[in-house]
Structure formats: C-alpha cells, structure tokens
C-alpha cells in the first residue's frame, strides 16, 4: 500500500504552538452548493482517496461518484498547490426496483474502492446496496480520422465506391475523460452491501453484507464464492449482524469482519475455505457497572480499517475508536473516547435514531494518528504518539483560503468559557460520517452534508 513510510503526517496532529513537531490545520476547500434545503440526492455517501492520493472520489446518495484531481504544482500561483478540482463525474448506480420482493433498491453509493494503478487508466469498485461496478476511467486526447468504411461524420460509406484503402491518422483533440462500466457484479447478495474490500493480491475482493461475506474474481462476474455465512437456519435465531469487512493490506489470505455485538473476527482463508469458524476473535470484556439499555446498541461497531503497516486494526463504535494490536485478542492497546459528553443524551439519540449513525475511521500515512466525525460538522483527530486529541469543525465560517482552523470544545453543565459550545446546543443533523486521509502528507477530506471540504497541514 502507497504511503506506509510516507511524510504521512510524521508531526504531531494537534497545534497551538508547542514544539516544532506540531502542525496547524488550514482550511484548503470546499466543494458544493451553499443550499438551506440540501436534496436528499446530493448528500455524500463515501469518500476515498486513490492509492497514490492524486485522484479523490466521493459517491452520494444520488448515485453519482465525482472525482477530484490534485492540480500539479504551478511556480506562478505557489498557493494553489495541491487544489483539488472536478476531474470526472458520473452516473454509477440507478434506482432499480426489485419486483420479487416488492422493494425499491436505492442508487446510493454506499462504498467506493480504488484499485492499484497498473498502466494510464485508472479502475474503482463502487457499490450500492445490491450491485458492485467496476469503472475504467480514461483520457482521450486523440481522435482516428480517415476511415475507410466509414465518413467523417460517422454514417457508413458505400463499399463499392471504396477504391483505394487509406491508413487512418490520430489528430489531437481536446482532452476528455471517459468513465465506462468494465464488470457489473450482480444478483449475489440477498441483503443490504455494508463493505468492499480490494486484496492485496489486486485480483480479488470481498462483498459483505448483514448475513455474508463473498469473495469475487475481479475478471468473473456471474459467480462468487460466499467466504463467512452467518445465517441462522431458524431467522427469529439472529442475535448479530455483519457491520464491516476488510483485507489485511499485505496478507491475501486474512480478512476482519466486525459485527453489531462490538466483536471483530480475523479469518484466514488457508484454514478452510468456509470461514465459519475464525482464527482470532477480538473483544473487550464490558464493565458491568456501566450497563445500561443502550450498551448493545452504542458498541455495536461501524467501522474497521487495518492501518498501513498491517499489525494494528482501528474499529469504530458510537461513542469511541479503538485500535487493538493483531497478537493481542483480549483488549485495545488504545481507547480513544470521541464525544464522551453525548453518554447522557443516549435517551434523546434513540429517540431521533442518531443513535443508529455509521460513523467511520482512517489513519493518516504513518499510522500515527487517525481520524473520525463527530456531530455538529465536528472531527476527532487523535495523535497515537503524544496521546493528544484536537476537535476541529467543517465550517464555511472558517473557509478562507489558509485560514487556521480553531480548535473547538464542548462544555457539559457548569459555566462556559468563551470559546466552548455547550452540548446542548450542538446539531445532530449535521453529522461528519464519511472521512478520509491522504496516503503520504498531510492532506484529509471530510463530507459534511452535501459539501465536501479539504484541509492541509500549514507546511502544504
């Protein structure tokens, strides 16, 4: 994977100052309409990076995946550097309607996966909740003139008045990029797609959904080969669901799948090939004393991502990320606590069904600091060396080119300070459930809504 050793944010993620290992964050864009009523269509579903971070796709509720291409470096205008700008966008999945079981099928892009680039083009996996694409997307900058069956203009020519053969020629023509549909993997997943995941072998990759977990040919489209199957032969028998799937970064035969019990599974594929039964099962003990009714629910796990190097994975639950070492089954190695302050409004979260956002997580190019959302357009950066943690917000307050993003609290009860929000005046409707981090430098995007924003550390 790009960027293990990376300048993947060697400094601190916190800044006010301090040592020089700390960097500031700076507002770098912002993409997206300023609209008070934003269309349910336009909202960002998923937000990924390319292995070699130059290209950044985003996929929304509409269907739509747009792609972003970082500018190159340009002497005249030294700030512009590292600009994304609209490079590609198309229409990847539409509303279908599935008439055996009377359901609609949403067109919204639930996950957007690159593949490794191999020559000019470069290939993405997208998925809603039923069909898997994969997407050549390609320049033209030439176009063939001088056909012999065919005019200028296209239409055929009379093949009895061809006398001579002509080689055609390429002229130069104004660039264009192409985005075409290479494979359509359907029809193999009777519930609801949650995660796909491209192996390190770039010839596979795996689907799962709440019950199960296929594994496909990227070359294969009309079958594949169902991994983990946790379907209960009695359905009133289900106790947990499938949340999150993915594949070690340097081991083909390993994966993780987390589930809605806050359990994480690590299979390998050489044991058996129906993985029921794991090679290592990860799992905190609960503290009884902090039981409640909202225990199942808030350790249910939405997100899990191996970082870089492969020895550590980060799993995220509603109110906390943690990252546990691989050898070691029984506890995180790290905690991190994101909005502690929300453990007393779980009764108003259930009401409003926040309590249910998929809330997910990344790791920065080194491993040394992740990232996750929070509500109120807020984002958790923890630095896994210092132990230190910053609160940014997503704002159009703030978004003056280079203009250095505050740090923000949140004050529970007693007096505020000035710079605090109390947390009974934080928005649960603006919610920061989709992130992502540059593989080498310090470069992230955060889907807030309908608008996607960029920051970069102050050296970029």
């Keep these: 994977m790009a960027g293990v050793a990376g300048g993947g944010g060697g400094g601190s993620v916190a ?9 500031q964050w700076c507002f770098s864009q912002v993409k997206g309409a300023i609209d008070e009523d934003v269309a349910e269509a336009d909202i960002i579903s998923t937000v990924e990076f390319s292995y070699s971070g130059d290209l950044l796709a985003t996929g929304d509720k509409g269907g739509r995946v747009v792609i972003f291409q970082r500018e190159p470096e340009n002497k005249s205008r030294p700030h512009s550097r590292g600009e994304y ?29 690159w593949l490794p680039q191999q ?31 065919k005019d ?35 029809n193999a997943h009777t519930y609801h797609i949650n995660s796909i995941s491209v192996n390190s072998d770039h010839e596979t990759y795996l689907s799962a959904d709440d019950l199960r977990i296929n594994l496909w040919h990227l070359e294969i489209t009309d079958r594949s080969f169902n991994i983990v199957d946790i379907k209960p032969a009695n359905m009133e028998e289900l106790t947990e669901v499938i949340t999150a799937a993915e594949f070690h970064p340097h081991h083909c035969n390993v994966f993780v799948y ?55 994975m980060m799993t995220r639950d509603y109110l906390s990320v943690k990252v546990w070492d691989l050898n070691m089954e029984n506890r995180p190695v790290e905690t991190y606590q994101v909005h502690e302050y929300l453990r007393s409004k779980l009764c108003s979260l259930y009401e409003n069904d926040c309590i249910f956002d998929k809330f997910e997580c990344c790791w920065n190019g080194s491993d040394s600091a992740i990232m996750t959302g929070s509500y109120n357009n807020f984002f958790r950066m923890f630095d896994r060396n210092t132990r230190r943690d910053l609160t940014l ?49 310090n470069i992230i995007a955060v889907a807030a809504t309908n608008n996607l924003y960029i920051f970069q550390d102050k050296i970029n």
């Design 15 to 23: 800044g006010s100052g301090g040592s020089g290992n700390d960097f």
């Design 85 to 113: 700008n609209v490079y590609s966008t198309f229409q990847s999945h539409e509303p279908e309607f599935d008439y055996l079981k009377s359901l609609e099928i949403e067109e919204k892009i639930n996950k957007i996966r």
């Design 119 to 149: 020559n000019a083009a470069h290939f993405l996996l997208s998925t809603n909740d039923k069909t898997i694409k994969l997407w050549k997307i390609s320049e033209r900058d030439k176009r063939a003139e001088g056909y012999n069956l």
């Design 152 to 186: 200028e203009d296209g239409r055929l020519r009379d093949p009895f008045r061809i006398t001579a053969l002509r080689v055609p020629i390429l002229k130069p023509m104004d660039l264009m990029v192409e985005a075409s549909p290479r494979r359509i993997f359907a």
């Design 258 to 312: 987390s589930s809605s019990k806050g359990t994480i599974r690590l299979c390998d594929m050489r044991s058996s090939a129906l993985c029921d039964r794991h090679s290592k099962f990860f799992e905190e003990p609960e503290d009884p004393s902090s039981r409640s009714f909202f225990s199942e629910i808030i350790s249910s796990i939405s997100d899990v991502k191996f970082s870089h190097s492969g020895r550590y």
């Design 393 to 441: 917000e997503a704002s159009r307050e703030s978004s003056k080119p280079r203009a250095i993003l505050k740090p923000r609290k949140v004050c529970t009860g007693g007096k505020r300070k000035k710079d605090e929000i109390s947390v009974d005046s934080l928005d649960f409707n603006k919610k920061i459930l989709h992130t992502a981090w540059h593989p080498a430098e």
